[in-house]
T-cell receptor, first 114, second 116 residues
Framework: NAGVTQTPKFRILKIGQSMTLQCTQDMNHNYMYWYRQDPGMGLKLIYYSVGAGITDKGEVPNGYNVSRSTTEDFPLRLELAAPSQTSVYFC?????????????FGPGTRLTVT | AQTVTQSQPEMSVQEAETVTLSCTYDTSENNYYLFWYKQPPSRQMILVIRQEAYKQQNATENRFSVNFQKAAKSFSLKISDSQLGDTAMYFCAFENYGGSQGNLIFGKGTKLSVKP
């Protein structure tokens, strides 16, 4: 199993551009998550999904959108990129509730907005 | 609001020795979970150990153990027989039972260096 994969690994965006961060998991997990990690900080939850067709906001959802059309994929869309969105983005997945089942993380995408 | 504080930005330890990383948290909830995650230079987050707040017994996973003091809201991680591969950022995290799924509250992390 590849686990959780994310593309791209690195990206530089200009202010106002848009992009989609891809996340795929091959473990048949129902739950998927997007986090961001700012320099010197821990991770903060952006959005999560408990199954195909179901998504909900986390702690810091502004400026992002998600969709979950399949169990495997959970893309994160950035519209009108801003310098404040410069961060490392992590996708994660788990069988069920995070308190009960381990979250498996992808390797991250480092995004710079200039 | 729940917060997690890691007061040691950086620590170092000699190979084979023992090191303890500190973590305190603040919550008014009674049922919650605490985690330690490891983030090596590869950036991938790896769960090290988990503790349920209702369990008095401290969790142990091989060389990793915790000292959970619920009244003091303290959750430290002890790494025994440190290995070079333990070099990483370590994050303490908290989640309410029944809270938003996956809404782990992370501390700022402690950078651990294991020296040969």
């Amino acid at each position: 199993n590849a686990g959780v994969t994310q593309t791209p690994k690195f990206r530089i965006l200009k202010i106002g551009q848009s992009m989609t961060l891809q996340c795929t998991q091959d473990m048949n997990h129902n739950y998927m998550y997007w986090y961001r990690q700012d320099p010197g900080m821990g991770l903060k939850l952006i959005y999560y999904s408990v199954g195909a067709g179901i998504t909900d906001k986390g702690e810091v959802p502004n400026g992002y959108n998600v969709s979950r059309s399949t169990t495997e994929d959970f893309p994160l869309r950035l519209e009108l990129a801003a310098p404040s969105q410069t961060s490392v983005y992590f996708c994660a997945s788990s069988w069920g509730l995070a308190v009960t089942y381990e979250q498996y993380f992808g390797p991250g995408t480092r995004l710079t907005v200039t | 609001a729940q917060t997690v504080t890691q007061s040691q930005p950086e620590m170092s330890v000699q190979e084979a020795e023992t090191v303890t990383l500190s973590c305190t948290y603040d919550t008014s909830e009674n049922n919650y979970y605490l985690f330690w995650y490891k983030q090596p230079p590869s950036r991938q987050m790896i769960l090290v150990i988990r503790q349920e707040a209702y369990k008095q017994q401290n969790a142990t996973e091989n060389r990793f153990s915790v000292n959970f003091q619920k009244a003091a809201k303290s959750f430290s991680l002890k790494i025994s027989d440190s290995q070079l591969g333990d070099t990483a950022m370590y994050f303490c995290a908290f989640e309410n039972y029944g809270g938003s799924q996956g809404n782990l509250i992370f501390g700022k992390g402690t950078k651990l260096s294991v020296k040969p």
